[in-house]
Nanobody, 119 residues
């Protein structure tokens, strides 16, 4: 099970980015997808999660991103997105996605995508 994260970059505070989590070898529809991040010098943390396409479509956001980040699926593209607006310097970090919603449940991390928000 391999996911590929993309879409990171360098933006100014208040800017926006859209991250993508894609899979080529399996259908993401069947999995809940979680987004995580690791800021410099800090532990990895959960940011957002969306249930699989066959359940209630529920979503979760950490308090630090609620109201600014939106997780969504494009089943036709087999991709899960994390739309991030009103970015803050504290959002800086490497962002990862996985087929689980909690950090402790992740067996293997991908390369992630770097997000840097300048003040």
């Amino acid at each position: 099970v391999q996911l590929v994260e993309s879409g990171g970059g360098l933006v100014q505070a208040g800017g926006s980015l859209r991250l993508s989590c894609a899979a080529s070898a399996f259908n993401l529809d069947y999995f809940a997808i979680g987004w995580f991040r690791q800021a410099p010098g800090k532990e990895r943390e959960g940011v957002s999660c969306i249930s699989n396409s066959y359940s209630d479509g529920s979503t979760y956001y950490s308090d630090s991103v609620k109201g600014r980040f939106t997780i969504s699926r494009d089943n036709a593209k087999n991709t899960v997105y994390l739309e991030m607006i009103s970015l803050k310097p504290e959002d800086t970090g490497v962002y990862y996605c996985s087929t689980v919603c909690t950090v402790d449940a992740v067996l293997k991390w991908g390369r992630g995508t770097q997000v840097t928000v300048s003040s």
